[in-house]
């Protein structure tokens, strides 16, 4: 393959084919059940349920909308006043998503370690431990991934440095 077939190539990607909102969806249903079927199980923290419900709900609302056709860029480079609106609600859905991220790790980590037992007669308020591991897990999933994300930027950023000055054809 020649090199400026491969440029072109990389200016211009093949497009993939739009993912299907089941394929995107499959935390966000599993928030919205946990959370509804425990919703009444942590009154130690009874945000907790409801996060998960409204993270999910949310999830599921931005996979859908960006899978629909008015969300994706044409390729003419022009944008319709659809687009447009489907723009400003994915950023507006995003943002609310953030927000509410940072609202459920108030909840969920401020009473890290809670007291598990339903049948205690201590002061400690419970939380139901599949709905607060769940909760705990599904949040720290994310800490994970951004990081994992971080590190293969940074090792691609390398690997573009150094391959970049040790390329002798650059006009650089």
Excluded at 24 to 30: C, K, Q, R
Excluded at 35 to 52: E, S, T, W
């Amino acid at each position: 393959m020649s090199t400026t077939v491969l440029i072109q190539r990389i200016r211009s990607p093949p497009q993939a084919p739009a993912q299907t909102p089941g394929c995107l969806s499959i935390l966000p249903i599993a928030q919205i059940v946990i959370g509804a079927v425990y919703l009444d199980d942590c009154p130690r923290q009874p945000f907790i349920p409801i996060y998960l419900i409204v993270a999910g709900v949310f999830g599921i609302i931005l996979a859908v909308l960006s899978c629909l056709p008015c969300a994706q860029k044409p390729e003419d480079g022009t944008s319709t006043p659809l687009s447009r609106l489907c723009t400003v609600w994915n950023s507006l859905t995003s943002f609310f998503l953030f927000c509410w991220f940072i609202a459920g790790n108030v909840w969920i980590y401020s009473i890290y370690k809670p007291n598990y037992n339903k049948n205690t007669t201590s002061e400690d308020p419970y939380c139901n431990k599949t709905l607060y591991l769940f909760a705990f897990w599904s949040t720290t999933l994310v800490y994970i991934v951004l990081c994992l994300f971080l590190l293969c930027g940074c090792c691609a950023l390398v690997c573009f440095c150094i391959c970049g000055s040790a390329d002798p054809d650059d006009d650089n």
